[in-house]
């Protein structure tokens, strides 16, 4: 089971990014999705997580200007991030709750992407 992010990159104040997470392998069942995002000198913190139904919650720091989005078909997560600030500057990384062919439940990090905000 692995978990890829992508869709980083740098971009003027104001600009928009879509992040995705993309899980791969033999996958059973692949539940609640969060992503996180780490700053420079900062701890990983909270951005959205989303159910594998679609229900979205977000915390302060992504209230407002991000949207989490799935397609469980595709099993990948996506964030919209607009108007952004030069202090969203940060890896950017999701988790997931997933659960293999096996039966192994576990909750699993991708390697992150970056975001850049910056004129």
């Known amino acids: 089971v692995q978990l890829v992010e992508s869709g980083g990159g740098l971009v003027q104040p104001g600009g928009s990014l879509r992040l995705s997470c993309a899980a791969s392998?033999?996958?059973?069942?692949?539940?609640?999705t969060g992503w996180y995002r780490q700053g420079p000198g900062k701890q990983r913190e909270l951005v959205a997580t989303?159910?594998?139904?679609?229900?979205?919650s977000y915390a302060d720091s992504g209230k407002g200007r991000f949207t989490i989005s799935r397609d469980n078909a595709k099993r990948t997560v996506y964030l919209q991030v607009n108007s952004l600030k030069p202090e969203d500057t940060a890896r950017y990384y999701c988790?997931?709750?997933?659960?293999?062919?096996?039966?192994?439940?576990?909750?699993?990090w991708g390697q992150g992407t970056e975001v850049t905000v910056s004129s």
């Open positions: 988790n997931a709750d997933i659960i293999d062919q096996y039966g192994n439940r576990g909750a699993y």
């Open positions: 989303i159910t594998t139904g679609g229900s979205a």
């Open positions: 392998g033999n996958i059973l069942h692949f539940g609640v």
